[in-house]
């Protein structure tokens, strides 16, 4: 992604508006892509509760961790 990034940051001097139109794209993908992963580290984690298991306090700490991580970055925009 970031190799992608400077390819499109690259060319804003010759062609600046399909250079950020590639840049919406890209950044679209990784939002689609870091919720589908948080969605499925959910999914995990209700998976294990809904069959009765306990998630190790290991596997919550590292999921807050993540999300605290995450929410930084959202509000540092």
Do not use: N
């Not at 990784?30 to 589908?36: D, G, I, L, N």
Request: glycine share 2%; proline share 1%.
């Amino acid at each position: 992604m970031r190799s992608r990034w400077d390819d499109i940051q690259a060319v804003f001097v010759d062609d600046p508006a399909d250079c950020v139109q590639k840049a919406d794209t890209l950044v679209a993908e990784v939002v689609e892509q870091v919720t589908a992963e948080f969605s499925e580290a959910r999914s995990r984690l209700e998976a294990q509760w809904a069959k009765g298991e306990q998630a190790s306090t290991e596997d919550l700490r590292l999921a807050l961790q993540r999300y605290r991580e995450f929410f930084q970055r959202l509000l540092a925009a």
